[in-house]
């Protein structure tokens, strides 16, 4: 489980406009939390995602995991997109062990932990299938297998589950849920979904119009383990209307910035 730290990260994006995507954001995230992401389209979520990741340097400011500078992308963290980019020619099986086998790790040492995480993902009956013959939700499942393999201390999830049809979606949720609850790894989830945000989050924080920064921090005290039942509870519409309201005054302030 990784501790991550930002301290006043700036990013300028210097294209023939140069684009400020990123204004001073703060925010600290303990070992083992799991915080969303909520913010308007552009405000800025990938671009913190993928700082944290270390595909992208911050302009300015520091970016910390475990204390220190965040370097190039790493195996110490799992980045999970909306599609899950898995080797069409390699079964599911062969995308799973194929990280750690690229690392050199002895097979001994993977084959367990891959079949555990299968299991985990409840693909345990599909590992000879090709990721042709699977559906978007398992594609997903194998993406996010095949990170977890590699033993992550954070994982990065940037709208995973945005392509998915309404019912797989919950499913998956449902799916991150169990598996976080197992693994405790952090976890930083990018969303444009509020109710995604509530059901999965210890903490949503919602971004303000670009350059972003971090608006608010909203705890979620719902008890764990949550579930989908929880969507229908009276704590969780709470919840949703002050996010509703503080994403409604981001919107506002995008208009009015883009006017
Ligand atoms: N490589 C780049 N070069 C120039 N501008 C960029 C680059 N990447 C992102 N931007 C700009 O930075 C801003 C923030 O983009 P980013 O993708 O981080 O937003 P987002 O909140 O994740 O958006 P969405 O919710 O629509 O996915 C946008 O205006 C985008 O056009």
Known sequence: MAEINLRQVSKTYFAATPVRALDSVDLDIAEGDFVALLGPSGCGKSTLLNILAGFEDASEGSALIDGGAIGKPGPDRGV???????????TVWENVVFGPKMQGVPRADYED?????????GLTDFAGSYPAQLSGGMRQR??????????PRALLMDEPFGALDAQTRMAMQELLLTV??????TVVFVTHDIDEAILLA????????RPARIGREIPIAL???RSIDDLTTPEFTRYKAEIMAE?????????????
């Open 142 to 151: 194998v993406g996010i297998a095949r990170v977890l393999v590699m033993r």
């Open 80 to 90: 999970v997109f909306q599609e899950a980019a898995l080797f069409p020619w390699l």
């Open 180 to 185: 976080w609850e197992k693994l405790n790894t």
């Open 247 to 259: 994403m409604r005054s981001a919107h506002r302030q995008a208009e009015s910035t883009a006017a």
């Open 202 to 209: 210890g903490r949503v924080c919602v971004m303000t119009a």
């Open 223 to 225: 008890p764990r383990p």
């Open 113 to 121: 932990r891959a079949r555990e995480m299968l299991a985990t993902v």
